[in-house]
């Protein structure tokens, strides 16, 4: 019995040493796949990052903003401008150490436009804070002194040649990306990946840049086929969204040695979409304001409008 029991810790041990190699040399695809089957058992998929993670400027107000724990990232210069009443200053790369102080209240992240605050709800709803949620359209919903929105809507796609409307691209697939780690637990290397995810900061592009040199990206419209039979597309567009979660193996339609650009409607759904996509290690990036800063006028909803800017009280 006892060698019977020395082989099997033999055969578990020249397993483990198969599965992760030497210390920062996995095999690529491994850690990929340990983190994603980690991810996906405790309730991690896209799918539930995305559920109700937003709510709006009426909403907090209506509720009363004690009931909350607010965090504005904003630059600490505008915070002290003026900002939600009872929000505290924090920022991307610290969010998850000032997340701590939360006193089991629902997490709210406040920023410019909406954007960067998505980046912040990923790392905190892989970290365990499941309920924090964005304003919509940050603080420029909330008091018109602070709308960076009006002036970012634009109608640089109307008339441009690579906007088509024609049916968007079928990717075909793709390898995983290959994560560098030392880790050989699923909790290990999203702890680690988060992390990298924050200190990259935000991970956003300019419309002009993309629509300038729209083969330079791995394109992928973050819409639903109506709005594409309607609206059109950016040039060399893949429409990758209802199959794109780890149980439907759907991330393997995006190409790892390129870089991901998402856009959406309004640049908020693509940056929680680009932050996770970060932590699974794509070079992605989130095409700021979606396609109200593309085409704005054509737009019949999902669009700002000045009169989503409220003149709630801002305080100490």
Known sequence: MRKKISWLY?????????????????????AFEILTTYMAENSMDLPDILNSWITTAFKVDSVGTDNYY???I?????Y???????AIHSSLGNILTDAANDGGKPII?????????????????????????????????WNVDFDKWTSNTGNTAVGN????????????????PEISTSEIDGAAILVERVNAMLSGGFKGIAADTVLNATGNYFINNYWDTT??????????????????????DGFKYLDPSETIVTYCWTGQTSSIVTAYLTVL???????????????????????????????????P
Do not use: P
């Open 10 to 30: 033999l055969l578990g041990v020249v397993g483990i040493v198969f599965l992760t190699g030497c210390k920062g040399e996995k095999s690529a695809g491994t």
């Open 70 to 72: 607010i965090m504005d």
């Open 74 to 78: 904003r630059a600490d210069s505008v």
């Open 80 to 86: 002290q401008r003026g900002h939600v009443s009872g």
């Open 109 to 141: 992240v406040v920023c410019y436009t909406g954007q960067a605050a998505a980046h912040a709800i990923v790392a905190l709803r892989l970290s365990g804070y499941s309920d924090a949620k964005v304003l919509k359209f940050g603080m420029s919903s």
């Open 161 to 176: 040649a690579d906007w088509k409307t024609d049916a968007t691209a079928t990717s075909a697939g793709f390898d995983y």
């Open 227 to 248: 709005a594409v039979s309607k609206y059109g597309h950016l040039a060399g567009a893949y429409r990758i969204k209802e199959n794109l979660t780890i149980v439907a």
């Open 281 to 315: 290690g794509y070079d992605t990036k989130s095409l700021k304001f979606g396609t109200n800063a593309m085409i704005y006028s054509q737009l019949e909803d999902h669009k700002w409008t000045a009169s989503g800017s409220y003149n709630y009280e801002t305080g």
